[in-house]
């Protein structure tokens, strides 16, 4: 039987759903990843073909299905239309990016610039706002072509070489498109306004039900207790299904709320339960707001298990004694029932104990290798004024042999502090004459995305320059340090930072 409609199932957690796959959107996140291919690879055999074939005289973003395209040629299409809805322009030199009909505003979304653009500067394109042969803005030119999007122009830093602009997929954050998240930009569009709002419950899938701290067939029931979808008598009765529709324990109408909250039998139990305060079910009007309520739950000290761990075991024993007496004709007493619940969380409870030891060996520190110039590079950022403090310090032999610091307005996130920090640092040890260097940060991200190079979109300018600025040394090496290892990087660059701010007030 279907309890629940296959559009709730494939919801997402957040909403109230089991997140299974709809099919055809997941086709349609599915033909994406090929158009992603055609797209970012304009020179493969198969884009070439196409081209040839459907769009001799556009791009594959511009062209059409036109009339007696072949079903593998429609499927692409249909990826196509779908990317395009996350397709963002970052910049890296501007010269290959339309000011007006890129969408290069924001790594986040995709989002250009309103129009309609003055004649003559309809054919610009991001480089021509820059200050001629440099890679800084012009601010003059901005604030009369395009003011009210000088803010987030100014927080966007170009590469400072020769790097080419590129597209990227703004769902993920090195920009690369993944069958994942094109999935849930389908299903996002998919859904009805109806639907949407109805997901606006208040109430806390994750948190209540997913996040919880017990076993994953207890998250499915209790999923299951408030989608109204547990074969309690009146569900059963709801769909025609001729059975006992009473309560097992005391006669009345067996719903949900009843069973697991309202039942004499039940409230036995709850009040038995070694909770430091009392559970209050006989208030609750939705099982919603019982299950809401189960997480705030603390147990009297000797217990030793959580309380939001404990009650949905309670309510699960609840189940399984309502069913043995259906099924088996099997009575069990409320003490039973909440002492089963107990050992069944308890077994669950140590059972977790001993996984988490064997996990808790991975990611030991790694230390920075001990021959060479040591580098230590950090950012600080203030939201408000989106301003970056950038801090470095060079070692060798353990002896402080340089230094430096730089704060600058327009910058966009502590992320791109991090990378402007190591850019500074790279640039400094260059003109110190420095061939070797260990560059170590505090921010795991940069430094993984520069060795592995992963195009973060966000900082992708100030990626591309470091991996240029690399090829300059004999060798370099990043990794990545604890915050307690990098004092004296963090103090410049809030030095720097408080400095910069008070002299703006
Ligand atoms: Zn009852």
Redesign the pocket.
Known sequence: MCWIAWDKLTRGKREGGLGLRNLQDFNDALLSKLSWRILSNPDCLLARILKGKYFPNTTFLESKLGEGGSHGWKGIIIGRDLLKEKLGKIIGNGKKTSVWDDPWLSTKEPKRPMGPAPRQFKDFKVADLFIPNTRRWNEELINVLLPSCKEEILCIIPGSYEVEDRLAWLPQRNGEYTVKTGYYVARGRSLTDQQAAGTQDNFHWITDIWNGKFAPKLKLFLWKSVQGALPVGENLAMRGIMSQS???????A?TTL??LF?????QAVWDHAPFRNPVEEQSFTSVKEGISKLKTLTCLPPIGIDGGTLAPWILWSIWLSRNSKIFSNRRTSAKETLNLALIRAREWTSAQGEQRVSTQKAGSIRTMPPIGIQCHTDGAWNEERKAGGMGWTFHEDQKLIGQGSKAMEHIGSPIVAEGMAIRLALNQALDLGFTSLHVASDSAQVITAINSGDPLSEIYGILQDISYLSLLFRSVTFVSTPRKANILADASAKLSLCAFLAVGE
């Open positions: 009473r309560c097992t324990h005391c006669g009345e067996e009843h069973l309202l039942c004499p039998f039940t």
